[in-house]
């Protein structure tokens, strides 16, 4: 055997250990966690999906958790993630008036905390990845004035206002924007305005009963912060035979699969569709720059769109998409978007 050919026989393995991952000389892919509030939520299954595919593409490492809305279980998950060498955390806080401290913890350690879906209050966030939830309550409210108009011919008659988690800023943003609609129509008039603990399904259906036979089933309108609480809002109306948008208006938001059957069943009126996935897909792309530009400053490496003053500093914030569904444009926003098929919402015929 040449020379030569000793040669080309020793550089082939090398030639193939420089193309394998940098594991083998030490640059270990870069570590990125993503913390959720909860995944009682159909969508969250999403969110998880969605980000960790994006991340893993873009060549992180995904740790991912969740934490049953329970704000001192988020605690612990999240200190937990510090000691796993994570260098960016993307939380969605399950206390939004609290969860400043955890970012003060991780910035001692020199890690950074991207905010996702609920703004965190009086903490030095480094980055948020939102929609923007006051536009999401808007866009309800503006839905229901056109439902009053077309059915009962004017803007009057008593509204219910079905709140999630209390002092959750999500929540606060939400409600703040269906509020500006409702108290700029003197002919409404707000007889419910609950907050639920957890975003419970079943609350919110307790909530409903409760209003119907305080007020003789004559509530005609009902806006819900999120789809779990329209659900239970539906179920209420439903044991009443009120479930039925020629009746009774109902607005839910995060688009899961049985609120879409609701509209497309004429049960509910509105559903807003927060896109997940641009939301999700976002949040793990900015994670990942930031993990691999430690030194930089979030502005220096990511486009946003404002400035978020949250109490404690101004948070770069970039905004995703958000779209409005009724039944008459379920094809054209729900199933051409691919977020559910033909059969999934409308069934086999």
């Not at 806080?93 to 020199?110: F, I, Q, R, W």
């Not at 707000?190 to 975003?199: A, D, I, K, N």
């Not at 779990?228 to 039925?244: E, F, I, K, P, S």
């Not at 927060?274 to 990511?302: F, G, S, W």
Request: hydrophobic fraction near 40%; charged fraction near 25%.
């Amino acid at each position: 055997m040449s020379p030569t050919t000793l040669k080309v026989l020793f550089a082939a393995p090398a030639l193939a250990i420089f193309a394998m991952s940098g594991k083998a000389f030490g640059a270990d892919p870069v570590k990125v966690c993503f913390l959720l509030k909860t995944m009682q939520e159909e969508r969250y299954q999403r969110d998880k999906a969605d980000f960790t595919a994006k991340a893993e593409s873009l060549g992180a490492e995904v740790v991912f958790d969740s934490a049953n809305n329970d704000e001192q279980a988020q605690l612990s998950k999240f200190e937990n993630m510090l000691s796993k060498g994570c260098k960016v955390i993307v939380l969605q806080p399950v206390n939004t008036g609290t969860a400043g401290n955890m970012v003060k913890t991780a910035h001692e350690e020199d890690v950074k905390v991207v905010g996702y879906d609920s703004m965190l209050v009086n903490g030095p966030l480094d980055l948020m990845v939102m929609q923007d939830s006051w536009a999401v309550g808007k866009l309800q409210g503006e839905a229901m004035l056109d439902w009053f108009n077309k059915h009962k011919g004017k803007v009057e008659g008593k509204v219910a206002l079905i709140m999630g988690q209390p002092g959750d800023s999500n929540a606060a943003a939400m409600s703040s924007g269906a509020l500006d609609i409702i108290k700029n129509n003197p002919g409404l008039e707000l007889v419910v305005e609950q907050s639920h603990q957890g975003w419970s399904t079943d609350k919110a259906m307790a909530t409903t009963e409760n209003a119907l036979t305080k007020y003789k089933n004559k509530v005609d309108a009902f806006i819900c912060n999120n789809s779990g609480m329209a659900r239970g809002v539906v179920a209420a109306l439903d044991a009443q035979g009120l479930a039925n948008t020629d009746k009774v208006f109902v607005a839910g938001s995060d688009a899961d699969l049985a609120n879409i059957q609701y509209v497309a069943q004429g049960k509910q009126t509105v559903e807003i569709w927060k896109k997940v996935k641009p939301l999700a897909e976002t949040a793990a792309e900015v994670a990942v720059k930031l993990a691999q530009n430690p030194d930089k400053k979030p502005t220096e490496i990511i486009k946003v769109d404002k400035m978020v003053n949250n109490g404690a500093v101004d948070v770069p914030t970039v905004v995703t998409e958000i779209v409005p569904v009724t039944k008459d444009n379920l094809d054209s926003t729900i199933i051409a978007g691919g977020l559910y098929t033909k059969e999934q919402v409308y069934g086999s015929k």
